[in-house]
């Protein structure tokens, strides 16, 4: 390996790998891309709506996942993956910005900010690995790269359903593909055990990091939709404590397995690339239901005392539930089983999707927080029984 190739690498040489400063810029322009999902469900409050959400969210999170990964094996403090970091900011940026109207007029604009940010980053870095160890990896990341954009691009020169049709297949060719290493004819496909060598610590930190992007975007909702009211009464102002100790109650819950612990899955497991590719398969699940509860939490700041209407039910359960359903499923990785506190969690909002509609949205949203505490006081009691 020359000179060249091995400074872009990162040092392995036993510490945990350290997320630089680039990397924390880097996020900056996911806040705001989280931001631009979250408007974009809270106006288009509609099953169609919901699965262009979704689309969006995949995007989104994708883009930020595969630079993840290529900060995980390469030095982002090195001037040539910096000068990468910084193009691709630019270009999520745009991304971001044409979001809103990606489904509009804006979706070949959209699809073309994505397509150039996933091509150009595998192709940059295959370029700069020459004949390295990782190159065939590469080749084969850049392959797919080029088999979703022409869908994505494809996607942005049609209209309505042709056009989420054709998004969703890029997005299944994006999220699939590296669970079957990338498999593509006379390359082969990766092996994750020789080829998706990581470092466990960088990945399970960025992950929690994309976690406080997403709470703080719902932070940054609740405030900014009391600051936009004329009037501030008192059921207002319980709506937005009840937003913010939401906020609070998910990051306890989360953060409730230590870093240290889940970093440990990764680094002490046969194949490590297995595990933390599905620690990013699972936080689309968590994130998601963070991104959910937002949109419920914004909704109930405007209109406390509005009475419930089938779709506000929907999101005040479904972003709390997603939330819980997807950090069960990492604690189970993790721990090795399902925690109990989840399924109760799951069990209450299963009733207050049932009884919901009697109240008015104040009260809904106040009792989803309540099993969001309950869930983080049981865990906390089951972690010092444990102990």
């Known amino acids: 390996m020359n000179s060249r190739i091995h400074s872009m690498l990162r040092v392995r040489d036993g510490h945990e790998a350290k997320v630089g400063y680039a990397e924390l810029f880097f996020d900056l322009v996911y806040v705001f891309a989280v931001t631009q999902v979250s408007h974009f469900l809270l106006g288009n409050l509609t099953p169609l709506g919901a699965a262009q959400a979704l689309l969006l969210w995949f995007a989104v999170w994708l883009g930020w996942q595969y630079t ?81 954009a022409v869908f994505w691009i494809a996607g942005g020169l049609q209209q309505g359903t042709p056009r989420m049709l054709l998004w969703a297949v890029a997005v299944a060719c994006e999220y699939l593909s590296p669970m079957f290493g990338f498999p593509l004819p006379g390359l082969g496909r990766s092996n994750s055990e020789r080829d998706w060598t990581v470092e466990g610590g960088h990945i399970v930190e960025r992950c929690a990091l994309f976690m406080i992007v997403a709470l703080g975007e719902s932070v940054l909702v609740a405030g900014a939709t009391l600051g936009h009211a004329h009037h501030w009464d008192m059921p207002m102002l319980l709506a937005f404590t009840a937003a913010f100790a939401g906020s609070v109650a998910m990051w306890r819950v989360y953060f409730s397995v230590a870093v ?100 008015n949205l104040l009260v809904a949203n106040a009792w989803t927080t309540v099993v969001l505490f309950v869930v983080t006081g049981w865990e906390q009691h089951s972690s010092a029984n444990r102990s």
Not at 97 to 123: E, I, K, N, S, T
Request: net charge positive; aromatic share 10%.
């Open 68 to 148: 993840c990964w290529i900060t995980n094996w390469f030095d982002p403090e090195s001037p040539r993956i910096r000068r990468m970091l910084f193009g691709l900011m630019f270009v999520s940026l745009g991304m971001a910005a044409a979001l809103p109207d990606a489904f509009g007029q804006r979706g070949l604009l959209f699809a073309g900010c994505y397509a150039l940010m996933q091509v150009g980053r595998a192709l940059y870095i295959r370029v700069s690995l020459g004949n390295a160890p990782l190159a065939s990896n590469y080749t084969r990341i850049l392959g797919w790269a080029c088999i979703s």
């Open 260 to 359: 240290k612990e889940a970093t440990e899955v990764i680094v002490h497991a046969p194949d490590p690339g297995r595990y933390a590719a599905l620690f990013h398969y699972l936080h689309v699940l968590i994130l998601a239901g963070v991104i959910v509860t937002a949109v419920g939490n914004d909704l109930v700041i405007a209109h406390p005392t509005a009475r419930m209407d089938g779709t506000s039910l929907l999101v005040l359960v479904v972003g709390p539930a997603l939330f819980l359903l997807g950090s069960g499923l990492y604690k189970r990785v993790i721990h090795g089983h399902y925690p109990v506190s989840h399924l109760v969690g799951l069990g209450l909002l299963a009733i207050t999707a049932i009884v919901g509609w009697r109240f």
